[in-house]
């Protein structure tokens, strides 16, 4: 009966690591996605899916981070300004840092690469405080969250269309250490 039930929760959960959304590029808005896939992905229904079962990451990890609610938001061509689908994220995140208090962030935020590396460095750092900005809205301690723009420097993609600079307009949380 407890291994059935063991096994409906793995098949559960592996179907919502299926579900995903799409990046609304061709509306401008940009979108947050989560995990590792890029633009999209995260977890189904935006709870925190980590259980603690084997095979499953450690609570309070990266890839906790990462395949619970999600590590990374996208935005819209030459803007820093949060959407809808970015804010969903942000929700879980902020709860997920008020699950495991003592986690720090570094919030890394990227850029396309068009524009000067001046202005893509201005434009990364813009979009981290964002996201920090958000969190700490929500009630997560400033000093828990750091920034670093990157810009342009460490593209996702590096091809040069739009799909790949969809993937570089991002905004990416990285557990950097714990209190």
């Not at 989560?34 to 095979?55: E, F, R």
């Not at 809205?137 to 739009?162: C, F, V, W």
Request: charge should be negative; hydrophobic fraction near 40%; glycine fraction near 14%.
């Amino acid at each position: 009966m407890i291994a059935g039930s063991l096994r409906m929760l793995a098949v559960a959960l592996l179907l919502a690591g299926c579900s995903s959304t799409s990046d609304d590029a061709a509306g401008g808005a940009g979108a947050a996605g989560a995990g590792a896939g890029g633009p999209g992905g995260g977890t189904a229904g935006g709870g925190i899916a980590s259980s603690g079962l084997p095979g499953e990451p450690a609570p309070g990890t990266q890839e906790d981070l990462e395949v619970s609610v999600g590590d990374r938001v996208f935005f819209a061509y030459d803007s820093a300004v949060l959407s809808p689908i970015a804010t969903q994220t942000l929700d879980r995140q902020a709860a997920w840092l008020k699950q495991y208090q003592d986690v720090v962030l570094t919030v890394e935020g990227h850029t396309d690469e068009r524009g000067t590396r001046e202005y893509n460095l201005a434009l990364g750092d813009r979009r981290a405080n964002a996201v920090k900005n958000y969190l700490v809205a929500l009630g997560i301690e400033p000093s828990r969250i750091l920034i670093i723009s990157y810009g342009e420097e460490r593209p996702a993609d590096p091809a040069n269309d739009e799909s790949a600079w969809a993937k570089n307009r991002r905004a990416v949380s990285v557990v950097s250490a714990t209190h």
